[in-house]
């Protein structure tokens, strides 16, 4: 399997993203710099991760800057033709600049950088991204962001809870999409949400720091696994 | 000193200011000093030598005040590689590798623009660590502010933390632990400490010179502007009413470009192409420049029209003194230039070559054909006068330290000690400072065992089974009651908490903050705060490899209490061994290791209960402290502890309250009871030094008291962890029993800070004025 992180100036969990796909996956993973024009001299790879981070500093707005970089072009492309890219925190706000994902992410409701870890419900576990977990599953990841705020219209909100795309949703010890549970005041406690087609995903927490014991979770490592999954065809 | 015939040729350039006593004073520097810059140059200095020397023969480069004192610490040990002298320390940590670290003060920027001054106070001290060839792992900060009553106080620590967490959190360097004292003393001079660790193979370290005669020296990263001239020189005066007007000296941070010149300086390292490299900071081009060509025993030569800025019209004094952020100054192979610059490109950075070493020993800056400052280069850096101060001891920390706390238990103790641990429990200084640290990213770059919260923080090192752990500390009220004793406890209290985590000591890195060092009773302090440290560290095997002192931290309602920062790294061999402050089992027995000895003065039960500062600091034994390390090393690497906690501010109670309370989901009962016969405060609030609470299985009991036994250290079984949401219960021979729902102390605990600053939202428009002085 190989995995392509893109390194846009600014991210800072690009080596995170690649050691994860290396060690969860045995992936053969490799960084993109983000003027490249395509996705790997070999071919197209099988994941592309959008890392978290501060591209372009977060100015204008997060993600903003990091859209019109060129490899977004080939992102594009690639998920048109239905490749699985996985967006995390800061790839999940360059995902939605984009247009790849609908909605918004702003600043926290408390307007301060929560560096944290909190609880995330699987709302679907039926995708390539989560089979790997039992429906309702609660995992504890960490969570590191300024702008993690999702906001997204009536309608569109309406669609994505139909259509099962709000695929993670921040919950407290409980279990319950509480107030409480959630860390900055995202529409509908959604923590991560799916594209029509299913194979882009874009979520805030960060499931690539929740691979190892030692570091205090492994609930993040399904992610992981799913696509694994998803990619040898036994879902 | 002999002036050379070869520095009589710069000339001030048209439009210098005329050199007059009034602008050398304005210049912070004395007649003496003045005196033997006329010797070295055998002419009146241009106005840009005039502030070239002004900068480097400040406090802050030029240590004049303190380093004699600095000589008495020590600095060596078969696994330090580089003590003080560089942009860091380094130590040898096996396997090849080496820990890079050194912390710095930002407290006059923060003290007038706190979210830029504490935020670039985390720029440079990243970049002191990365131009050793290091890459930063890790962040720590060390905080002192004044009472959270104020709303000036609030709107001072609010900015300062979002400052520290915005830059390294878009840089990506996980902030592992820190601390925060709130204190009147620091009204008007709050702290900030900054503390970065970086890791490098053995074999990759880099050194700050500029060696090699024709070498090209180039200026990497952002462009040059007018942002902090002279910040230097401001760092070495007191504050006053008058500060606020210094806001443009303070510098403005942009840490996605420092991401980016962290990126480019390890490619840069790697690459081969360079031979030094040094981060532009206090005081810009003019130090880095001097100070490289100063370790080599080289000469410089600059053109500064060379120099990229981002402004016209700027002078070769601003441009020399500009402490822009995010630049750095390379010393390139020759023929190497077009590699730098094109490594400098993908980086979306600038490199452009601005000089040359030479081999004539002088520091020469030309604006195009025209010398404007010649100055032979080692008595520029070196020739720094050093002044060994006079000391005295003020009265009123005499007169404290000679009343004896104890005095008041003899009016009866405290009535309801449960209240009492409540109150601890909710002064700033005792309560969870989750406040802060959450704003902090401490889990990027996937390392993290142990986040802010611990005794220590603990990383893991890839590839191998080791792990390091770091810590900041120091009590400066313990420090202005004895200063000797309070550096000594500094060292002492971040050893054991190293030990606390399972992690023997290795290293120190120290910020000495104190006020005006011309002052006795301030130089006093210091000199007596080194040698407590001096001693310490000696005692400890922890030689101090880097540092930084920072004087003048006074307003017009005087100094603060001297605080010496202790940094502190250890290393553990097997990273799956450290050690945690939670107690994990109901049942699990609850040891005290070392003796209450009940001493109360200086503590944090004084101040929050009675409201007095006195008495003496602790006492500290530091054979005991060195034989309580070892016998928790041991402890851990036998795995034979659930938990190991060092008991500090607020006593045996906090100790035992916050072990209990460490997991918010499962916050654990206690009954403990104490057999000591001590009267009720000192035995439950006092803070005598040396000790731990650890708690082990019924089964371990034995094992850990007979180790605590071998390595000489007092050890009692005093109780056992409770149910789940159970009685916290603490009872002794003389006071009533402390008996509270451990979930409201919790409450308590953890909610202290937040609602002190829920307050400043309603404030926050009277708090954006600095507040009038006297």
Known sequence: MRVAVVTFPGSNCDYDCYKAAQDVLQADSYYVWHREHDLGAAGAPDLVILPGGFSYGDYLRAGAIARFSPIMREVMDFAAAGGLVLGICNGFQVLCEAGLLPGALVRNASLQFRGEGVYMRVENATTAFTSAYAPRQVLRVPIAHGEGNYVADEATLARLEDEGRVVFRYVDAAGEASAEGNPNGSMRNIAGIMNEQGNVLGLMPHPERAIEQLLGSTDGRGVFESIAASLAGVR | ?774
């Open chain 2, 1 to 774: 000193m002999t002036h050379s015939p070869a520095t009589s040729k710069a000339r001030p350039r048209p439009g210098d200011p005329e050199i007059t006593p009034e602008l050398v004073q304005l210049h912070g520097l004395s007649d003496e000093e003045y005196g033997q810059i006329l010797e070295i140059l055998g002419r009146t200095p241009t106005y840009t030598e005039l502030g070239l020397f002004s900068a480097l023969w400040s406090e802050h480069c030029g240590y004049k005040n303190s380093k004699p004192l600095l000589k008495k610490l020590p600095t060596k040990a078969p696994w330090v590689l580089q003590g003080p002298g560089e942009n860091a320390g380094v130590i040898d940590i096996g396997d090849g590798l080496a820990i890079a670290f050194k912390i710095e003060s930002h407290n006059h920027p923060s003290a007038v623009e706190p979210y830029q001054g504490a935020a670039t106070g985390v720029g440079g001290i990243l970049r002191d660590v990365f131009t050793m060839g290091a890459r930063p792992i890790a962040v720590l900060d060390s905080l002192r502010f004044g009472s959270l009553t104020s709303p000036r106080v609030r709107y001072l620590f609010a900015g300062v933390v979002k400052g520290v967490g915005d830059y390294g959190n878009c840089v990506g360097i996980p902030n592992i632990g820190g601390e925060a004292y709130f204190d009147d003393a620091y009204e008007g001079n709050p702290l900030l400490n900054a503390m970065a660790i970086g890791l490098v193979k053995r074999d990759e370290l880099i050194r700050a010179e500029a060696e090699g005669v024709g070498n090209p020296i180039m200026a990497v990263g952002a462009r040059t502007g007018r942002d902090g001239i002279h910040g230097a020189t401001f760092a070495s005066v007191e504050l006053s009413e008058k500060s606020h007007e210094r806001r443009p000296q303070v510098q403005v941070g942009d840490p996605f470009t420092e991401k980016l010149l962290l990126e480019a300086s390890l490619e840069l390292i790697r690459s081969g192409h360079i031979e030094g490299i040094q981060d532009m900071g206090a005081a810009g081009l003019a130090s880095s420049s001097t100070e490289m060509a100063a370790r080599s025993g080289t000469g410089v030569d600059i053109d500064i029209t060379k120099m990229p800025v981002r402004e016209t019209g700027m002078t070769p004094y601003e441009i020399l003194l500009s402490e822009s952020q995010e630049r750095m100054l390379v010393v390139a192979r020759k023929g190497h230039e077009d590699d730098v610059i094109a490594i400098l490109r993908k980086w979306e950075l600038e490199a452009a070559t601005i000089g040359v070493v030479t081999d004539d020993g002088l520091y020469r800056v030309r604006e195009g054909d025209a010398v404007v400052c010649e100055v032979p280069g080692y008595p520029l850096v070196t020739g720094c006068p050093t002044y060994v101060r006079e000391g005295r001891e003020a009265e009123e920390p005499r007169r404290l330290r000679a009343w004896d706390p104890m005095s008041l238990e003899s009016e009866g103790g405290p009535a309801h000690p449960t209240r009492v641990l409540a109150r601890l429990l909710g002064s700033p200084n005792i309560a969870s400072k989750a406040w802060i640290y959450r704003q902090y990213d401490s889990t990027v770059r996937t390392n993290t065992v142990e986040a802010p919260g611990g005794d220590a923080g603990v990383l893991r090192l890839r590839g191998t089974r080791k792990g390091i752990a770091a810590t900041v500390d120091c009590n400066g009220r313990y420090c202005y009651l004895n200063p000797r004793r309070g550096g000594m406890i500094a060292v002492a209290e971040a050893a054991r908490n190293l030990a606390c985590v399972g992690a023997r000591p290795r290293a120190v890195t120290d910020n000495l903050n104190f006020g005006n060092p011309l002052k006795p009773e301030v130089y006093f302090q210091l000199s007596e705060a080194v040698d407590g440290i001096a001693e310490a560290c000696r005692r400890l095997d922890t030689p101090v490899v880097s540092g930084n002192v920072s004087l003048y931290n006074e307003n017009p309602q005087g100094a603060i209490y001297p605080t010496p920062v202790i940094g502190m790294v250890g290393v553990l061999e097997d990273v799956s061994r450290r050690m945690v402050l939670g107690f994990r089992e109901p049942g699990d027995a609850i040891v005290l290791l070392g003796r209450n000895t009940g001493e109360l003065g200086g503590s944090e039960y004084l101040k929050v209960v009675h409201g007095r500062v006195g008495g003496d600091a602790p006492a500290v034994d530091l054979d005991a402290e060195r034989a309580l390390i070892e016998c928790l090393l041991e402890l851990a690497d036998a795995r034979l502890l659930a938990s190991a906690h060092d008991c500090a501010e607020g006593g045996l109670a906090v100790c035992l309250a916050e072990s209990a309370m460490a997991d918010p989901l499962r916050p654990l009962g206690v009954a403990v009871e104490l057999e000591d016969a001590l009267p009720g405060a000192p035995l439950l609030f006092g803070e005598a030094q040396g000790r731990a609470v650890v708690s082990c299985g019924p089964a371990e009991l034995e094992r850990v008291l007979e180790a605590a036994r071998r390595h000489g250290v007092p050890a009692a079984r005093i109780g056992s962890v409770g149910e789940p949401d159970g009685r916290f219960v603490v009872r002794s021979r003389s006071a009533a029993a402390i008996d509270a729902a451990v979930g409201e102390l919790h409450e308590v605990w953890s909610t202290a800070i937040p609602r002190m600053m829920d307050r400043s939202a309603a404030a926050s428009d009277v708090a954006l004025e600095p507040t009038p002085t006297a």
